[in-house]
């Protein structure tokens, strides 16, 4: 919650350096790693992990975004960083893979400044 707590128009700069350190901390454990990994394992489980992981996002969120479709809005941000992160930590390879972290928080937060309404 203190990721999202602060100046809206900071929140994709919050957002960006907190998946970027969570990411590197985790060892490979990460809940989006996990949900990555489930839907190669096992599609039911990483149905269910997908939508713990969208409620508990839409519940921080509505603390400091109001708005329609905001459930559609943190749906796009969970895509777009689930898509990062099988690049950079499952795949392994492109661009994203060879930023340093610095480089890649840069990279994020433009794409996360505006998501889509």
Same mark, same amino acid.
């Given at each position: 919650?203190?990721?999202?707590?602060?100046?809206?128009?900071?929140?994709?700069?919050?957002?960006?350096?907190?998946? +970027?350190?969570?990411?590197? /901390?985790?060892?490979?454990? *990460?809940?989006? =790693?996990?949900?990555?990994?489930? +839907?190669?394992?096992?599609?039911?489980?990483?149905?269910?992990?997908?939508?713990?992981?969208?409620? *508990?996002? =839409?519940?921080?969120?509505?603390?400091?975004?109001?708005?329609?479709?905001?459930?559609?809005? +943190?749906?796009? =941000?969970? @895509?777009? /960083?689930?898509?990062?992160?099988?690049?950079?930590?499952?795949?392994?390879?492109?661009?994203? @893979?060879?930023?340093? *972290?610095?480089?890649?928080?840069?990279? /994020? +937060?433009?794409?996360?400044?505006?998501?889509? *309404?």
């Amino acid at each position: 919650m203190a990721e999202v707590a602060g100046d809206p128009k900071s929140l994709p700069t919050r957002i960006a350096r907190s998946y +970027v350190r969570r990411m590197n /901390l985790s060892g490979g454990n *990460d809940s989006f =790693v996990a949900l990555l990994r489930a +839907v190669a394992a096992e599609e039911e489980t990483a149905k269910r992990l997908f939508a713990a992981m969208q409620e *508990d996002s =839409v519940e921080i969120y509505r603390h400091i975004r109001t708005g329609p479709k905001l459930e559609e809005r +943190v749906a796009s =941000v969970g @895509a777009y /960083l689930i898509g990062v992160t099988f690049s950079r930590f499952i795949f392994r390879s492109g661009p994203r @893979a060879s930023m340093s *972290d610095e480089e890649l928080t840069r990279h /994020l +937060v433009p794409n996360l400044r505006s998501p889509p *309404d």
